[in-house]
C-alpha cells in the first residue's frame, strides 16, 4: 500500500508561481518513478511531468517547458512542482502518481501510473 497526498494548491494570479508538494508515504518495495498530472472540468486528466528515481531524467508536456520544474527528493520520500508564470488556462486539479514498473526510466500516461494522490487544487485568474 503506497499512500500520496499533494500539498501547496491554491488561487493565484496569472504570472504568479505556486509550488506543489507531494508526500509519498507506505510500503514501496521497489524503485518508482513519479509524475504530476492535472485535470480540468469536463476534460481528460492530462500528463505535466515526470521525472525518474534517481532524478537524472525529467519530461515535460510541452505547454509546461520553461515554465514548471519536478524534482524529488527520495530521503525525505517528497516530490515537487515549482509552477511559475501561470496561466489561466493552468487552472485544475492537479495530482501525483508514482509508477513502479518503469524501471529507470519515464512513462507519461495515465494508465500507467499505478497510486495516485487526492488532488490539489490549482485556480490562476485573469
Known amino acids: 500500500q503506497v499512500q500520496l497526498v499533494e500539498s501547496g494548491g491554491g488561487l493565484v494570479q496569472a504570472g504568479g508561481s505556486l509550488r506543489l508538494s507531494c508526500t509519498v508515504s507506505?510500503?514501496?518495495?521497489?524503485?518508482?518513478?513519479m509524475g504530476w498530472f492535472r485535470q480540468a472540468p469536463g476534460k481528460e486528466r492530462e500528463f505535466v511531468a515526470a521525472?525518474?528515481?534517481?532524478?537524472?531524467?525529467?519530461y515535460y508536456a510541452d505547454s509546461m517547458k520553461g515554465r514548471f520544474t519536478i524534482s524529488r527528493d527520495n530521503a525525505k520520500n517528497m516530490v515537487y512542482l515549482q509552477m511559475n508564470s501561470l496561466k489561466p488556462e493552468d487552472t485544475a486539479v492537479y495530482y501525483c502518481?508514482?509508477?513502479?514498473?518503469?524501471?529507470?526510466?519515464?512513462?507519461?500516461?495515465?494508465?500507467?501510473?499505478?497510486?495516485w494522490g487526492q488532488g490539489t487544487q490549482v485556480t490562476v485568474s485573469s
Open positions: 521525472i525518474s528515481w534517481s532524478g537524472r531524467h525529467t
Open positions: 507506505g510500503r514501496t518495495f521497489s524503485s518508482y518513478a
Open positions: 502518481a508514482a509508477d513502479l514498473n518503469t524501471g529507470s526510466g519515464i512513462r507519461i500516461s495515465v494508465h500507467e501510473y499505478d497510486y
